[in-house]
């Protein structure tokens, strides 16, 4: 209902902006994770079935923005593959090296 109201009152450039909008925040909101992963190399707190689904998710809606042309869904998902693909690789590691050696 909401968005029938709001859709005709919005152009095109407008809700292109909106898009980039919550693009810029959603991918933003990744990047302090990435640095505290960094600094202190510890991902134990990262589920790591949990952030490989999420990292192929951000993989498949950037795939799915190339193929509808769709620019904030594209840049929003390429970008934020980054640091969500740095946690990913580390966590892995930190859960390869803590398996037990057979």
Do not use: C
């Amino acid at each position: 209902m909401l968005l029938g109201v709001l859709r005709p009152a919005m152009s095109d450039s407008a809700i292109r902006a909106l898009g980039y909008v919550a693009a810029s925040l959603t991918t933003l909101s990744f990047f302090p994770q990435a640095l505290k992963v960094l600094r202190s190399g510890d991902t134990r707190g990262i589920s790591l079935r949990m952030y490989a689904l999420f990292t192929l998710g951000i993989a498949l809606w950037a795939a799915y923005g190339v193929l509808k042309g769709d620019g904030p869904v594209i840049a929003a998902n390429l970008i934020t593959l980054v640091p969500a693909g740095f946690v990913l690789r580390r966590r892995f590691g930190q859960w390869r090296s803590e398996r037990p050696k057979h």
